[in-house]
DNA sequence: CAGGGGAGTT
DNA sequence: AACTCCC
């Protein structure tokens, strides 16, 4: 980067309309939502010896997240306390409201965090409706919510914003002001509409209410979100551009600035420490304390980004360390201005992992191990047939002109085993967290560290025929234990304060574009995110040096990976025309078979895994 | 590491 | 395999 552009900030692109959603005190409304009758008392959700959360009657009287129970007891005696240490009616009731909202997308961008959050990208959705209005009548405007039927949708008053703004000043209609901006402003609006049509639909169907955000990216929307707790809705108002000579301010900076820089979605513990060092140039006490020796702790956005010197070279050199992507500078750089181009991701079919962990003051003898790796091994494989698998029946459909298949849709229907694997796990991990030995002064260190190790997954455990408690057992004595002893290879001494079994490296199986919903569809759409995302970066070094006429350029892009050849010749990039896929077998039979999805290498035939594919064509542009 | 997850990167 | 981030 040029040294006159070092603090150049980075450009929005502000085509997006993101809506971010956050349940409001989710745990809670579970319970609730079983039994409304607990809505009008103080409801708080125990796990061990915390209440993890607590509804909002309950606050009232002084409650609050992660408080000992014991306190909470003495601060409200009335306070009914129900335990949630079992989390799967959470799991469940986070999976059926995912789904409730994903039916209403068209793009199917809809992103889950956690339990509570989730993100939908609405641009679609957005920019359709645009073209109805009618702009001689705002006020009688009415937004579809499918394509293909008019009448589907609803009635809004689109002269002005649905619930709150930031700033907080009404919005006035004018026409003619918000056809700026490719008429952000607008768009913001019906963004605000919709959102606020989803919240209802959300509390009159599901019977959970929800506070929410409104932008043009995920770090914006769900940040702006926070202003109005509970059962709100915000929108943060245009202009979003930076400041240039003379115009007005940004409301995206003014907004983001006065962020605590550990409250940044993306700045965690470890980067925010680090960023506070460099500010404060000393030590920082504690996380988010006030105070240290009479001098001011807090560090805002604003104070990191306008630091002398600061500029992405120097947070890279600030930031990097084990564990953190390479590039980790600019992305701060970026999320410092308010600018996220993450997208919101497409629904995945199955999960990457699935992990079953639990914590002991004290694990130390093989018994005990045997007893737990058991436990263990009983809840995962249950999970994994939850999780990975799907009813066959739903293949029947199609097939039914053919009479074996449809008698065999009998016999699945009467059968307890009905099910296939969608996806089946290549890896099995074992993790321990080993307590620190004590100090010789007879303290202890706290270590949080965890060692594991890794095998190709045994594939007897897929047999859905042989009961849970068989394959757990199996498991346990033929892969677990051999796992255990390579950890820890001591006979004894070891004591252990955590324990984690999890399957990852998912291969997805049979009927990968089964549903007309579209997984293929749905890669298409990333492959060429991906092209277009490549070409912006690109594009952006070289822009630097002029500093403007950013989103013509995208367009640009976007219309020349429309073609078919540039589709192929990104292909031959991710697969260079030396290398052929491997394709993983279905079959999952006996052989421990192929670990490690890769390549075959054309000019030696050598089966090369994904990761090490650079460093094999070094390898023969270095021979040959 | 509240707890018990989950997603990513090098 | 270890580390970082998210809830």
Known sequence: MQPSKRNTAPTRNDGRLVIHFDYDCFYASVFEAENPALKSLPLAVQQKQIIVTCNYEARRRGLHKLQLVRDAKRMCPEVIIVLGEDISRFRDAS?????????????????????????????????????????????????????????????FDASASAGHTFPNVSMIA??????????????????????????????????????VGISTTKLISKLVGGLNKPKGQTTLLPPYQMNTEGGPESNVMTF?????????????????????????????????????????????????????????????????GPGSPHGIGYRI??????????????????????????????????????????????????????????DEDYDIPLLSNDNDAVSKFHDARCNTVNRKWLAHPRTLRLTTRPRQPPNPDGTRTRSFKR??????????????????????????????IPMFRKLHPEKAGWNLSLVNVAVTNMAETAGESRTADGRDIGKMFKLQEDVLKD?????????????????????????????????????????????????????????????????????????VPSFAILAHQRFHALGD
């Open 451 to 480: 060692i594991s190790h890794s095998v190709p997954m045994p594939t007897f455990v897929l047999a859905l025929t042989d009961s849970v408690e068989a394959l757990a057992e199996r498991l346990v004595h033929e892969t677990l």
């Open 256 to 320: 983001i600035d006065s962020h605590e820089i550990g409250k940044i979605p993306g700045i965690g513990f470890k980067l925010a420490q680090k960023l506070r060092e460099h500010v404060l140039e000393r030590a920082p006490a504690f996380d988010d304390g006030l105070v240290y020796g009479g001098t001011r702790e807090r560090v805002s956005v604003r104070d990191v980004r306008t630091k002398k010197d600061m500029c992405p070279e120097l947070l890279e050199k600030l930031l990097i």
């Open 174 to 211: 004018n026409t003619s002001a918000t056809r700026v901006n490719g008429g952000l402003g607008l768009r913001l609006r019906l963004g605000s509409h919709l959102a606020m049509y989803l919240r209802h639909q959300l509390e009159q169907e599901k019977g959970y209410t929800s506070t």
């Open 95 to 155: 999976k059926e409201l995912y789904g409730f909202l994903r039916d209403f997308s068209w793009n199917g961008k809809v992103e889950r965090l956690g339990f509570d959050e989730v993100w939908m990208d609405v641009t679609d959705m957005v920019d359709y409706n645009m073209e109805l209005l009618n702009s001689n009548d705002l006020a009688h405007s009415f937004f579809q919510l499918d394509r293909s039927e008019p009448t589907h949708g609803f009635s």
């Open 535 to 607: 070409f912006t970066i690109d594009d952006y070094e070289g822009l630097l040096s002029d500093g403007q006429a950013k989103v013509s350029s995208s367009k640009s892009a976007y219309s020349a990976v429309d073609t078919g050849a540039e589709t192929n010749s990104l292909e031959d990039l991710r697969h260079p025309a030396q290398y052929q896929t491997v394709v993983d077998g279905a079959e999952w039979d006996d052989e421990e078979d192929g670990v490690d999805t890769g390549l075959v290498c054309q000019s030696c035939g050598a089966l």
């Open 333 to 390: 750089w970026c999320l410092l201005h308010g600018v996220d181009e993450s997208e919101v991701k497409q629904a995945r079919p199955v999960p990457r992992q699935i992990s079953i962990e639990d914590s002991y003051i004290r694990l130390d003898t093989i018994d005990e191990i045997l007893k737990e790796l058991k436990m263990l091994s009983r809840s995962l494989i249950a999970r994994m047939r939850l999780d990975l698998t799907d």
